[in-house]
């Protein structure tokens, strides 16, 4: 893949993750919380 497709492909996923965020603030931030709170958890124990 070359770099300006990649880069291409970055800002597609930004955009809909920006979008999809606005759209749904809550469940989004729950999302994150609990994806850290597991990778947290995996890498303490």
């Known amino acids: 893949m070359h770099d300006s497709e990649s ?3 970055n ?3 930004k955009s809909c993750l920006a979008s999809f965020a606005h759209g749904n603030p809550g469940y989004f931030l729950n999302l994150w ?3 850290n709170r597991r990778t947290i958890g995996d890498s303490s124990t």
């Open 7 to 9: 880069r291409l492909g």
């Open 11 to 13: 800002d597609i996923t």
């Open 33 to 35: 919380h609990g994806w």
